[in-house]
């Protein structure tokens, strides 16, 4: 079994449009969690942590159900660069190993 | 300049080959990590290093090895290619002192295609 499963999309939402990516981990003793971003042929890039209390910045939203283990990611008001392969991360201790998801593909449409 | 460079950034071999792959970071960092990204695999661990002295296997580290050469250098050898090694390779680098913003930072990625 995966450490973490996302839905692969595609996604293709038209701009302005709000979206959200699901993941869910399967170590209820993961520790923290993160949503990167992908750029097509680019290397990932952190886009925010994930904490229990659920955390906003900007147009992004993440939340994190332990009870569930699951991690949700929100993007409202889509824009065209918005467009890119959104991968989950689980780490089971601090620092140490990190877990992806296969990411899930976002095209935002003008 | 990039923080974390890997060379090279395409490489085309042929089965049975010896390959390394080199990773050098400026950041500083201590933890130092490999991993390889498939379609549809997603980005899978291959080896890491908490620092000089200490390596570590990850999920799938058959047929691979490392080198810590220094605190900045990371390498990655593939002692006898074969195809299902073809893949993109990542190289990261983290700060044992910020654990908790779990934010690595990757190399461009080495595209590696093996004949």
């Known amino acids: 079994r995966k450490e973490v499963e996302q839905d692969p999309g595609p996604f293709n939402v038209p701009e302005g449009a709000t979206v959200a990516f699901n993941c869910t981990y399967s170590n209820s003793a993961s520790q923290s969690f993160f949503w990167y971003r992908q750029d097509c042929r680019k290397e990932p890039k952190l886009l925010m942590s994930?904490?229990?209390s659920g955390n906003e910045d900007g147009r992004f939203t993440a939340q994190l159900n332990r009870a569930s283990q699951y991690i949700s990611l929100l993007i409202r008001d889509s824009k065209l660069s918005d467009s890119a392969t959104y991968l989950c991360v689980v780490n089971l201790h601090y620092g140490n190993q990190f877990y992806f998801g296969t990411g899930t593909s976002l095209t935002v449409i003008p | 300049d990039a923080d974390v460079t890997q060379t090279p950034r395409n490489r085309i071999t042929k089965t049975g080959k010896r390959i390394m792959l080199e990773c050098s970071q400026t950041?500083?960092?201590?933890?130092m990590y490999w991993y390889r990204q498939d379609p549809g695999l997603g980005l899978r661990l291959i080896y890491y290093s908490f620092d000089v002295k200490d390596i570590n296997k990850g999920e799938i580290s058959d047929g691979y090895s490392v080198s810590r050469q220094a605190q900045a250098k990371f390498s990655l050898s593939l002692e006898s290619a074969i195809p299902n090694q073809t893949a993109l390779y990542f190289c990261?680098?983290?700060?044992?002192?910020?654990?908790?913003?779990?934010?690595?930072?990757f190399g461009e990625g080495s595209r590696l295609t093996v004949l």
């Open positions: 990261a680098t983290s700060d044992s002192g910020q654990p908790r913003t779990g934010e690595l930072f």
């Open positions: 950041k500083g960092h201590d933890r």
């Open positions: 994930v904490y229990s």
